[in-house]
């Protein structure tokens, strides 16, 4: 390693004085950065209920005044709704989400890629469908499909999550391929 040069270096004086590491901005915050924004938006996501800004501050790990500010923003973006006035709570709006979703994979893939994935997930579907003998993954008790079919509780939930997940997908590939998804009449609804 070479040596720093002359006007690099600290003299006796200067390094008599300790830096002062307390006054240094922390390092949380230096690997966080502009990552503030996708904090609020990561715990918007994460709701499942109506949350307060003070809830939203907590699932964020930032502060409240924040939170409100964020809030507001991602409202008048459509991504959150307010549901209440006093004291204010939001839940996100899955219907924006939905329509940010179907512009994506429009924007990512081709005609015929989009439609490679559909029958992908399209045939998943079915085949979970098939697997549990019903048409719904809602129609499932996963305790007692478990017991009934010597399997474990964790084991159905996974492939309960699997057809969900299957069902969204081919839900949301199905819009990504209509040319109605990308309209205006589409953004209207879902702001």
């Not at 006007?7 to 690997?31: I, N």
């Not at 329509?99 to 989009?114: D, N, P």
Request: hydrophobic share 35%; proline share 3%; aromatic share 8%.
């Amino acid at each position: 390693m070479d040596e720093p040069r002359d006007e690099l270096k600290v003299d006796a004086d200067e390094r008599a004085e300790a830096p002062d590491f307390d006054a240094l901005t922390p390092l949380e915050d230096l690997v966080r950065g502009d990552r503030t924004r996708d904090d609020f938006f990561d715990a918007v996501l994460a709701l499942d209920s109506p949350a307060t800004a003070t809830d939203v501050a907590e699932l964020a790990g930032h502060g409240v005044d924040a939170a409100r500010e964020y809030l507001d923003w991602f409202e008048r973006m459509g991504i959150v709704t307010q549901v209440t006035e006093s004291p204010a709570t939001y839940e996100r709006n899955q219907e924006y989400l939905s329509w940010r979703r179907v512009q994506k994979l429009r924007q990512e893939y081709a005609t015929e890629e989009l439609l490679d994935l559909l029958k992908t997930e399209s045939k998943r579907e079915e085949t979970l469908e098939r697997e549990f003998n019903v048409k719904s993954p809602d129609e499932i008790s996963i305790s007692r499909y478990a017991s009934e079919t010597d399997r474990t509780i964790e084991e159905v939930w996974e492939r309960l999550s699997a057809w969900q997940t299957a069902r969204r997908r081919v839900a949301l590939l199905e819009r990504a391929l209509t040319t109605e998804s990308g309209d205006g009449a589409d953004l209207q609804s879902a702001v």
